[in-house]
């Protein structure tokens, strides 16, 4: 029987780990608190399409420097490179706080568009390449090599509980100080992720000869292509989902569910044949978008975002296992970052398609997740599991 269990490693958990594990979270916390809260902001400036382009445009951005990652941290220290992306995007964060503080106050800006656009893309390009770093690099750094499979799955988990945590902080501040406060907010993440990654020590690593300017080291996986689409069309699902306005409960359900994700893998899955993992994930999302569909009782409330949660942890963290399964010698870090590009890829479509097409139609929104989870299910069942157990390295 096919199985996969990702055994708990006490010593992994040292100190630098710990601070590098947090600094992802508040990294994806800092981009994440603003799904909710942009879009009612930018309507106030823009129109529902130039709204949706702006929310598109970060997972646009993830893309343009991963191609150049491995010059970068082998040209310059590689934890450098990544306190300075994460630098730059909380001037991005400030720049845009400037221009809701000031100039939209003053009213001197009539057209803001084309600013919060470039914001948002080089926004995108500083959050891709600085998980890219902080999970395909530093993150493996700090462990011995028979662990980096625990500190791959585990570290991504604190990625993966921001998605929930940022909205629910967003949206408890949002009332209270508005934009201004989650963006001070947003920055002060980004702060905190500066200071717990300048807190290790990493010791330094002599360049490889015959650099390459841009390669898919550390950036894409071409062997992976069937499991990219499979997640993308999972990831888009979510991005359809937290396009839709949800309150502060809906995101802490959705957060337990990610808990009990984590205890189902130990207790339920752990010796599960491989393919049921994959299987009931997307049989539990199916399952709370019908349950969105069918008028939202109160106890269907809190049970619909609890399957979500629990469907997305179970998948997700599944097929990172896979990307890092299929990699060869030396591309751990490549299958890392060809996982981060498939999520946040996916979570972008999601959302500019959710905001350009149907916004405010929450009905046609779940048909139209309904309908991607139904394609990823089919995908998986007759052609990624089959491939990707004839294609795995490890």
């Not at 011995?144 to 604190?158: C, P």
């Not at 508005?178 to 990493?202: E, H, K, N, P, W």
């Not at 893998?265 to 299987?279: I, N, T």
């Not at 609890?306 to 010698?329: A, D, E, N, T």
Request: with cysteine; hydrophobic share 50%.
């Amino acid at each position: 029987m096919n199985t996969q269990s990702t055994p708990v490693h006490v010593k992994l958990w040292h100190r630098d780990f710990w601070y590098l594990a947090f600094a992802n979270m508040f990294l994806a916390m800092s981009a994440y608190m603003l799904i909710p809260i942009l879009p009612l902001w930018l309507l106030k400036y823009c129109t529902p399409s130039e709204m949706a382009l702006c929310m598109g445009a970060f997972g646009a951005g993830t893309f343009l420097l991963g191609g150049f990652t491995s010059w970068l941290v082998q040209q310059y220290r590689r934890n450098r490179v990544c306190m300075v992306s994460v630098f730059v995007l909380l001037v991005c964060l400030a720049v845009l706080y400037y221009t809701e503080h000031t100039l939209c106050i003053q009213g001197s800006v009539r057209n803001i568009f084309p600013v919060v656009l470039v914001l948002r893309i080089i926004s995108g390009a500083m959050f891709g390449l600085s998980q890219m770093v902080l999970l395909s690099t530093l993150v493996i750094d700090t462990c011995e090599s028979f662990r980096r499979t625990e500190a791959n799955h585990s570290a991504t988990w604190f990625c993966r509980f921001s998605l929930p945590l940022g909205p629910i902080v967003s949206l408890t501040v949002y009332p209270y100080y508005g934009l201004d406060g989650v963006l001070l907010i947003s920055m002060a993440c980004c702060l905190l992720s500066i200071i717990l990654i300048r807190l290790v020590s990493f010791p330094f690593k002599a360049p490889e000869d015959h650099l390459k300017f841009f390669s898919l080291d550390r950036y894409f996986l071409p062997q992976s292509k069937w499991l990219f689409v499979n997640l993308v069309l999972i990831t888009f699902t979510v991005g359809l989902i937290v396009s839709m306005q949800h309150d502060e409960m809906f995101y802490a359900m959705m957060m337990t569910g990610f808990f009990l994700a984590l205890l189902s893998q130990r207790f339920v899955f752990v010796h599960a044949e491989l393919k049921s993992e994959v299987v009931a994930s997307l049989l539990l999302i199916g399952a709370a978008l019908l349950m969105m569909l069918s008028g939202m009782g109160a106890s269907l409330h809190y049970l619909s975002p609890l399957f979500i949660g629990l469907g997305i942890g179970i998948s997700c963290s599944r097929f990172l296992l896979f990307f890092i399964k299929l990699s060869h010698h030396c591309q751990r870090g490549t299958s890392q970052s060809t996982y981060l590009i498939a999520w946040e890829v996916g979570l972008s479509l999601g959302l500019f398609t959710g905001f350009a097409f149907f916004y405010g139609n929450h009905r046609a929104i779940v048909f139209i997740a309904l309908g991607a989870t139904f394609l990823s299910l089919l995908q998986y069942l007759f052609f990624s599991h089959s491939w990707y157990l004839k294609n795995k390295n490890r």
